[in-house]
């Protein structure tokens, strides 16, 4: 498993070519600077990974607004920062337990994750070893070139995730929000 924060609205830099003469060059940008969290989760043997678990920042989320563009099963919540903490830690760890099938009468089962401190926390290891979890740290500094998901899920997905914005952006959609992420 792992997590990924993504900037609404904002794509990495684009390359822009001009002329000498050209002292100032005025592109256009959202007003909106706000970022949520993904966390993915794939499987190994092949089998349906659980969905993934959404980060949204704020107080609350109009689940009338973004229904029509999810399939029911991702979990969405809620943080005024946008980003993870213990307690969705745990919520994602239930999340996972349940979507993988794990428990006492299971079989054991390895999880890799990154060295984020949500993941060390006693609650969290505790209730992986009372669900036959395993949870395994990949080394600190080395998790871009180890973690399958930042190299083989969203690497790719953000260079689409940044096609997408520089395409509202120069088609001058200024809307680019929330909504239009989800």
Known sequence: M??????IGFPTGEIVIVPI??????????ENCKSLTIIE?????????????????????????IQDNLTGAEVITV????????????????????????????????LLLDSHITHCQ???????????IIPFQFPSHLTHVLQTLDVGIF??????????IHDALHSLNMEYSILSFF
């Not at 100032?24 to 940008?29: G, I, K, M």
């Not at 006693?122 to 036959?132: G, L, M, P, R, S």
């Not at 690497?155 to 997408?164: F, Q």
């Open 21 to 30: 003469q050209v002292k100032e060059l005025y592109t256009a940008s959202p």
């Open 79 to 110: 943080l005024p920062t946008g980003y993870t903490n213990e307690c969705i830690a745990l919520a994602w760890l239930d999340h996972f337990i349940k979507h993988a099938g794990t428990g006492l009468d299971q079989y054991w089962r390895i």
């Open 155 to 164: 690497r790719p997905w953000k260079y689409y995730y940044n096609k997408t």
């Open 41 to 65: 989760t794939i499987c190994a043997d092949g089998r349906e990974p659980p969905p993934p678990v959404i980060i949204c920042p704020g107080e609350k989320i109009m689940e009338n607004q």
């Open 2 to 7: 792992d997590e990924s924060g993504v900037r």
């Open 122 to 132: 006693n609650d969290f290891v505790i209730k992986c070893h009372e669900n036959h």
